[in-house]
């Protein structure tokens, strides 16, 4: 039996409890590739999933459990009912399951519906920075909120992004900006963070720790359209409403989990949609259309119209991947963190 | 000074306040249209109006008020600035807007904007059956929700009414089965309702007073995508939450003012979207889109695929007007109640 290097733990914690481990490489079965993992990309998730703090459902405390939901590679082998698109050889990147095992081992499995070509004019590292986020920013604001791809006709709508140097928000900015052709607003408080937001494509960045309100009026900006929120809906949710044009929608990527003033939303007619980018794999509702965004993302890269988010690279040791979790729970995070290579 | 007929009201209670007056015959002045009335659609809006309260802002209790958002006319006369769609003499039809006077008078003067030609295979009481329920079913779920305009490939969604045989409920069964290409289960209780519902172009009737789930299932239907929720959502929002799929929306046309569990909702992606039809006209955002979707629906009557929802006619009388209150307010109305002809 052929075996892999894989970096896990078998209990929840601390950074302390990620350690090296020795796994079998996995059979490439029903719609699934083999994929050899070149790159992780870092996320949120990651650290949630090691605490066992996730939203989406509480893992057991002893099987080993591989965190690292985001990956560049290339195509092993090819299950007998995978997608057409698919060949050996194949250089791929796609964001995962959580249901499933995490990426951090040498070799991987992947449903081939929620894989999408890999960029050909990024690197592996550059690569594996971008699946979850702009899966994340595709279908919380273009499917959920109905944001048209643009140029659009007439003034501009305008789009909040809560976060905006963060992995979701610094390809939200991108997205929305350079795909939707909306004006963007992102919020940042720190001068490096502001600088990163500005070069992701935002037109305005103003600091989430000041009144809101006050700063987009100071910058001629009545209301917005659209807010894609990256931080706690509770924290924040009746601020943000109060910023929100009629017909306008709120984007949380976090459950609304305090009572909230609903009936204030109702004359404006503002919606809430949530987004979490594991719902199609996890509950197996339209998994091919994440293969499709990202495809689609793919091309907008190679294009030139979309870059990477990648800012910090990271040996993928144990070592690499506890300095990466303790970077990204800092809150200080700029752009995404990669691991890599692999192996 | 040219006066005309009016019904209404110079205080708020019960029907016994509706009376008879004279006013000037008001002047198409910006962009507004004269419209000669022949024909008032009844709403719920009416009798909340009547009592004073309306969810949008209360109305001062000795001005003369009258209701009645839906109207079909003729255009009498054109302001300098109004949409160059219509001239003296068209047949239009529209909800008008209510931060002004309501249509139950034998002029009126309406924005141009949210106007649309009445269908020319529909009389006037048959045409001002649709215009406030059709808004709120096409604003709701095509805008709102994203429904696209049909036929779909592959398995059509399902959207379940809440209150199929009601004004919103009867459009809303059409629209969205005959023009969206849904599955279209809808509910009702009565002998009377159920077979209006069944007329109006619903796959499936189930009654509301029952378990929904249970019957949905005995239907063979595990889920449902959209839900039009035409009753107060205080009762009933966290049974309809129970019955939506992932990704699925729920559109409510009164305020949520009850906590609710949206905590819930984040795993599966449900989205909540509120519809106020008069949103646009007291806002005046985007108020040429009511123009645009009249228009729509007008072409959609004349081609055959919508059919009036007009099931009760009064004269338009005081005592007419008492009438059509009553029924609208008794919860046992089917389709709309159409007062006319004026004058």
């Known amino acids: ?7 896990g733990q078998t209990k ?8 090296e481990a020795t796994l079998p490489v996995p059979e490439a ?3 699934d590739l083999l994929v050899r993992v070149k790159a992780v990309g870092i996320n949120p998730a990651d650290s949630m999933v090691r605490q066992n703090v996730a939203d989406f459902g ?4 002893s099987e080993l459990v591989l965190t690292g939901w985001d990956c560049a590679g290339v195509v092993e082998d090819v299950g007998p009912q995978a997608d057409g698109r698919f060949r050996k050889g194949d250089e791929v990147f796609f964001a995962g399951n959580i249901a499933r095992r995490g990426c951090n081992s040498e070799y991987t499995v992947v449903d081939s519906r929620i894989v999408g070509r890999k960029p050909a004019s990024l ?6 920075a ?62 490096e963070s502001v600088e990163f937001c500005r070069k992701m494509g935002a037109h305005v960045v103003i600091d989430h720790s000041k009144d809101l309100k006050a700063q987009l009026t100071a910058n001629g900006i009545d209301a917005v359209d659209y807010v894609l929120n990256t931080i706690n809906p509770d924290i924040n949710f009746d601020t943000l409403t109060a910023l929100i044009a009629p017909m306008g929608k709120i984007c949380s990527l976090h459950p609304i989990t305090k009572p909230v003033d609903l009936a204030s939303l109702y004359v404006r007619r503002i919606s809430v949609v949530y987004e979490l ?3 199609r794999p996890m509950l197996n509702v339209q998994p091919e259309m994440q293969g499709a965004i990202l495809d689609h993302v793919s091309a907008l890269v190679d294009a030139g119209t979309l870059r990477t988010t990648l800012v910090t690279q990271k040996p993928w040791t144990v070592a690499g991947l506890a300095e990466a979790h303790q970077h990204s729970q800092s809150g200080k995070a700029i752009g995404k963190i990669v691991l890599g290579p692999v192996g």
């Open 1 to 7: 039996m052929k075996t892999m290097k894989a970096l």
């Open 12 to 19: 929840f914690g601390g950074t302390e409890v990620l350690h």
């Open 29 to 31: 079965q029903g719609s």
């Open 58 to 61: 509480k893992l057991q405390n």
């Open 123 to 128: 690197s592996f590292i550059e690569a594996a």
């Open 130 to 191: 971008l699946p979850l986020t702009a899966l994340t920013v595709w279908e919380g604001m273009v499917e959920g909120c109905g944001i048209p791809l643009g140029p659009q006709p007439g003034t501009p709508k305008r789009a909040l992004i809560i976060g905006g140097a963060g992995g979701v928000g610094s390809i939200g900015i991108q997205i929305l900006s350079r795909v939707c052709g909306l004006k963007v607003v992102a919020t940042a408080s720190r001068p």
């Open 277 to 279: 980018m594991f719902t």
